[in-house]
């Protein structure tokens, strides 16, 4: 039977055969949706009309189609790095340090080159709290990255090919690698300090081609294979990217 939550922003629940399901209250949410992400979960939004009771019941119909997003999704976590001290990653201009201290707290340093993250001496690093703090380091050392490189970029390519925008704006978001508004301004993901030069030039030059033409039609990518060349394979080869795997 389902249960009744009142007054509730987000609660976790356990479905059998699934799991850990989390529904959470969305004021944007115009109707109930599910979503199946790496490292996420399953996560059911929720509109402010629409009562708890009924997002759990959604979930029982729609069982099948979780699980095999499940499947896929934990395909996915197996991608994800485990850090650990003896762990060489970088990431454009940074080279991860673990060390440990003697304080209860878990902080990060990046200067010198390095992003430095220390954590409890009593931990392992293979926690799941110890791993979940340097994800997010290494996320802001791509913030950091990405707000002194990526606009130069833009500026670079805007210049060299005669496109005009108005300013770029860095962001985390989910589920794109950069986007273009209505104004000309340049929208741009911090993980695309994670892609290679190519791909990363790439979607670049995409958003700014969206400048001139708003949508992906015929004259769009005529206009990005004049300036990048072999936008399709380009395009397709971003697919293999995934913005939540590192």
């Known amino acids: 039977m389902p249960t009744t939550f009142l007054k509730l922003s987000s609660v976790n629940v356990h479905i059998d055969g699934i799991g850990k399901v989390l529904i959470e209250r969305s004021d944007k949410a115009k109707r109930i949706s599910i979503s199946v992400r790496p490292l996420k979960g ?3 939004a929720v509109p402010p009309h629409i009562s708890f009771d009924k997002a759990e019941q959604l979930i029982y119909t729609k069982a099948d189609w979780i699980k095999e997003h499940q499947t896929r999704m934990q395909e996915q976590e197996t991608k994800v790095t485990t850090y ?6 970088k990431t454009r ?8 201290h003697a304080q209860y707290n878990m902080r990060c340093v990046i200067e010198g080159g390095y992003v430095n993250v220390f954590y409890p001496a009593f931990k392992n690093a ?9 994800r997010k380091s290494i ?4 913030r950091k990255e990405a707000k002194e ?24 978001a989910k589920s794109r690698w950069g986007s273009c508004s209505h104004t000309n301004n340049i929208n741009l993901n911090l993980h695309l300090m994670r892609l290679p030069d190519a791909l990363c030039d790439y979607v670049i030059l995409h958003e700014l081609a969206h400048t001139v033409e708003k949508n992906h039609g015929p ?6 294979d004049k300036v990048c060349g072999n936008s399709k394979a380009l395009d397709k080869k971003l697919k293999d990217y995934r913005i939540s795997i590192f």
Do not use: C, M
Request: charged share 30%; aromatic share 22%.
């Open 126 to 134: 293979s926690e799941p709290e110890v791993q979940k703090f340097i």
């Open 93 to 100: 201009f940074h080279t991860l340090r673990l060390l440990t």
């Open 42 to 44: 399953i996560r059911v």
């Open 84 to 89: 650990d001290p003896d762990t060489e990653f």
């Open 219 to 224: 004259r769009f990518w005529k206009l990005l």
């Open 139 to 142: 996320e802001e050392t791509y």
């Open 149 to 172: 490189y990526l606009p130069q970029r833009v500026a670079f390519f805007a210049e060299r090919f005669g496109f005009e925008y108005q300013t770029v704006f860095i962001k985390n």
